[in-house]
């Protein structure tokens, strides 16, 4: 009866994550409409510049209030599904394999990147992580920031080995990863894309210039990798360059006051 009732608040979290996410992209388009409609009235009346402050403000409160939701959920989520595969049968330790995907379908909530195939895996520097991290589950964190920074995302080869090699299970290792955000099942492009999303690159069209640097790579919906494994497009809160927005940093270059019309400009030589 536990694993039952851990199955269905399992259901339960994933339907509200998957209404919530709607409400978000329903929510944006309007917030975008009314803020554009504020940005051409201030233009005309500077003294309509409370209510445009007070737009931006709302939609900050939104995206605060929805992250707050959204953890909340996932965590609930990790425990219930821990709880879940718990009273399941035993069976042995195993990562499963990612299938091959079409562009654009989601897995476990994770983008897929579809397109060449990821390079085979040394799993020699896994083995030297563990020996020296430790083998018991406190190390799982440690282990999982050392892979992701040797690798840029955690391969499934290199965490069946965790698993051969520790006491850490899947479940721990699904839990963890899908937990922290910074933690990627899926190989990253050779060009980290950083768009910023905050308020002022938000209001000056942030969401635009994502758009169009999605159309000119021809990343799929669902995916943030384009098929090539040459850019990686990542939404991020803030660069710290408010006064240039918007702004997007493409590895370690800034480029800023970009309209859609100039946004592909931004990634250089590597386009």
Same mark, same amino acid.
């Given at each position: 009866?536990?694993?039952?009732?851990?199955?269905?608040?399992?259901?339960?979290?994933?339907? /509200?994550?998957?209404a919530?996410y /709607?409400?978000?992209?329903?929510?944006?388009?309007?917030?975008?409409?009314?803020v554009?409609?504020?940005?051409e @009235?201030?233009?005309?009346?500077?003294?309509?510049?409370?209510?445009?402050?007070?737009?931006? =403000? @709302?939609?900050?409160?939104?995206?605060?209030?929805?992250?707050?939701?959204?953890?909340?959920?996932?965590?609930?989520?990790?425990?219930?599904?821990?709880?879940?595969?718990?009273?399941?049968?035993?069976?042995?330790?195993?990562?499963?394999? =990612?299938?091959?995907?079409?562009?654009?379908?989601?897995?476990?909530?994770?983008?897929?990147?579809?397109?060449?195939?990821?390079? +085979?895996?040394?799993?020699?520097?896994?083995?030297?992580?563990?020996?020296?991290?430790?083998?018991?589950?406190?190390?799982?964190?440690?282990?999982?920031?050392?892979?992701?920074?040797?690798?840029?995302?955690?391969?499934? +080869? /290199?965490?069946?080995?965790?698993?051969?090699?520790?006491?850490?299970? %899947?479940?721990? !290792?699904?839990?963890?990863? *899908?937990?922290?955000s910074?933690?990627?099942?899926? %190989?990253?492009? +050779?060009?980290?894309v950083?768009?910023?999303?905050?308020?002022?690159?938000?209001?000056?069209?942030?969401?635009?210039?994502t758009?169009?640097?999605?159309?000119?790579? @021809?990343?799929?919906?669902?995916?943030?990798?384009? %098929? *090539?494994?040459?850019?990686? !497009?990542?939404?991020?809160?803030?660069?710290?360059c408010?006064?240039?927005? %918007?702004?997007?940093?493409?590895?370690?270059?800034?480029?800023?006051?970009?309209?859609?019309?100039?946004?592909?400009?931004?990634?250089?030589?590597?386009?």
């Amino acid at each position: 009866m536990k694993g039952r009732a851990a199955g269905v608040v399992v259901l339960v979290c994933v339907a /509200a994550l998957t209404a919530d996410y /709607a409400v978000k992209i329903a929510w944006t388009a309007a917030s975008d409409v009314r803020v554009a409609a504020l940005q051409e @009235k201030v233009r005309a009346d500077a003294g309509l510049a409370a209510a445009l402050a007070a737009e931006q =403000k @709302k939609i900050a409160d939104f995206n605060q209030a929805r992250r707050t939701r959204i953890n909340w959920l996932s965590l609930v989520l990790i425990v219930a599904a821990a709880a879940f595969l718990v009273e399941q049968p035993k069976a042995p330790r195993r990562i499963p394999e =990612k299938p091959q995907k079409a562009a654009g379908v989601r897995r476990g909530g994770k983008p897929v990147v579809t397109g060449a195939a990821a390079p +085979e895996i040394d799993l020699a520097f896994v083995d030297e992580v563990v020996a020296r991290e430790g083998r018991g589950t406190e190390a799982a964190i440690p282990i999982l920031q050392a892979i992701q920074a040797h690798y840029r995302y955690l391969p499934d +080869e /290199a965490l069946r080995r965790v698993c051969e090699l520790t006491e850490i299970t %899947p479940a721990q !290792i699904a839990g963890t990863s *899908s937990f922290y955000s910074r933690f990627r099942r899926s %190989p990253v492009g +050779e060009h980290i894309v950083r768009v910023c999303h905050g308020t002022a690159c938000h209001v000056a069209g942030a969401r635009q210039i994502t758009d169009e640097l999605r159309r000119e790579l @021809k990343i799929a919906e669902g995916e943030d990798t384009d %098929p *090539s494994r040459t850019f990686t !497009i990542e939404e991020v809160a803030c660069l710290g360059c408010c006064s240039l927005a %918007p702004v997007v940093m493409v590895d370690e270059h800034t480029a800023g006051n970009l309209t859609p019309a100039t946004a592909c400009d931004a990634l250089g030589e590597h386009a």
